[in-house]
C-alpha cells in the first residue's frame, strides 16, 4: 500500500514558473524524502528532511514539512524545460527501514 | 562502482518461466532495498537487506518471489513460475546510512512477461 498521496497527480507550467506539489501521508514518520524520475526508470534522490525539521532548501527547491498536518510541499522555483518529470516523496518511518512512495506528480515544463 | 547498476536493463520473458534479476550496489553500502513499480504508479517496496540478511522481506508478494545477497553486496531479485501480473520495472536502491541521505536507486530492470 502507498502511504504518501502527491496533489497534483499531474501540473503544467511555463518555463520560468514556479511549481508546487504536496504530499500527504498518514503514520508517524522520521523523514521524508523527495525523489525525481525521468522516462519512468531510476529515482533521483532530491532532497531529505527529518521529522523535527519545518524547511530544507536545496538550490532552486524548497521543500517544507507540517508534522501536525502529516503533509509536505516540494517547491521548484524558476523551472526548466529539464525539471520535466515525475516527482515522488516517500516517508521512512524507522530511519532507514524502507520507504513509502507516494504515487507521484508528473511535471511539465513547457518551453 | 559509482552508482548502483542494475542487469539487464530489460528481460522478455515466457508465462511460467523463472527469472533472475541482478543489482550491484555501490561499494560498501550496506543497505539494499528492492522496489517493484508499475506503470504511472510510485514503487512498491519489496524486500530490504542490511548486510547478508534481509531485515524486511514484508513486500514480497508471494513464494515465487525470492531474493539474496549472499556476500554482503551484489543481490538477485528470483521469480519463479512468472506471470503476465508481474510485468513492472524492478528498481534496486542502495545506502550506506539512509536515515540520513536518502537512497541510491539503479536504472531498473524491465520485466515483460509475455
Known amino acids: 500500500s502507498q502511504q504518501g498521496e502527491e496533489d497534483p497527480q499531474a501540473l503544467s507550467i511555463q518555463e520560468g514558473e514556479n511549481a508546487t506539489m504536496n504530499c500527504s501521508y498518514k503514520?508517524?514518520?522520521?523523514?521524508l524524502q523527495w525523489y525525481r524520475q525521468n522516462s519512468g526508470r531510476g529515482l533521483v534522490h532530491l532532497i531529505l528532511?527529518?521529522?523535527?525539521?519545518r524547511e530544507k532548501h536545496s538550490g532552486r527547491l524548497r521543500v517544507t514539512l507540517d508534522t501536525s498536518k502529516k503533509s509536505s510541499s516540494l517547491l521548484i522555483t524558476a523551472s526548466r524545460a529539464a525539471d520535466t518529470a515525475s516527482y515522488f516523496c516517500?516517508?521512512?518511518?524507522?530511519?532507514?527501514?524502507?520507504?513509502?512512495f507516494g504515487g507521484g506528480t508528473r511535471v511539465l515544463v513547457k518551453p | 562502482g559509482a552508482g548502483v547498476s542494475q542487469t539487464p536493463s530489460n528481460k522478455v520473458t515466457e508465462k511460467g518461466k523463472y527469472v533472475e534479476l541482478r543489482c550491484d550496489p555501490i561499494s560498501g553500502h550496506t543497505a539494499l532495498y528492492w522496489y517493484r513499480q508499475s506503470l504511472g504508479q510510485g514503487p512498491e517496496f519489496l524486500i530490504y537487506f542490511q548486510g547478508t540478511g534481509a531485515a524486511d522481506d514484508s513486500g514480497l508478494p508471494n513464494d515465487r518471489f525470492f531474493a539474496v545477497r549472499p556476500e554482503g553486496s551484489v543481490s538477485t531479485l528470483k521469480i519463479q513460475r512468472t506471470e503476465r501480473g508481474d510485468s513492472a520495472v524492478y528498481l534496486c536502491?542502495?545506502?550506506?546510512?539512509?536515515?540520513?541521505?536518502?537512497?541510491?536507486f539503479g536504472s531498473g530492470t524491465r520485466l515483460t512477461v509475455v
Open positions: 503514520t508517524s514518520i522520521n523523514n
Open positions: 528532511i527529518r521529522s523535527n525539521e
Open positions: 516517500a516517508t521512512d518511518r524507522a530511519a532507514g527501514n524502507k520507504l513509502t
Open positions: 536502491a542502495s545506502s550506506l546510512t539512509p536515515g540520513d541521505y536518502g537512497y541510491t
